[in-house]
Nanobody, 122 residues
Framework: QVQLVESGGGLVQAGGSLRLSCAAS????????IGWFRQAPGKEREFVAA????????NYADSVKGRFTIARDNVRNTVYLQMNSLKPEDTAVYYC???????????????WGQGTQVTVSL
């Protein structure tokens, strides 16, 4: 069992930055790939970024490439999503997810956090 708690969301103006954190707990959590997803009002949840357990692999959605960076600290069992050059279309609830498989983390992860709201204003 893996527990995930997101933090760091909030309100920011377009062009600004936010850093989301995902604190993970549970057995061998450092062995899990971690990903971020988001869901905007009236839209389906979509993949944003993922990192493998050793940080050897990272993947990003095209819509965030060059603006968002995912990183993990396995000592603190925390994964970060640094979001720069934010746009109003980045407004969504952001969810952290975990799975043993790096391929699975980008599609149907096994474990989910509760989400944190990010709102980007004009």
């Amino acid at each position: 069992q893996v527990q995930l708690v997101e933090s760091g969301g909030g309100l920011v103006q377009a062009g600004g930055s936010l850093r989301l954190s995902c604190a993970a707990s549970g057995r061998t959590v450092s062995s899990y790939a971690i990903g971020w997803f988001r869901q905007a009002p009236g839209k389906e949840r979509e993949f944003v970024a993922a990192v493998s357990w050793r940080s050897t692999n990272r993947n990003y959605a095209d819509s965030v490439k060059g603006r968002f960076t995912i990183a993990r600290d396995n000592v603190r069992n925390t994964v970060y999503l640094q979001m720069n050059s934010l746009k109003p279309e980045d407004t969504a609830v952001y969810y952290c997810a975990a799975d043993l498989s790096f391929e699975q983390i980008m599609t149907v992860p096994r474990y989910w956090g509760q989400g944190t709201q990010v709102t980007v204003s004009l």
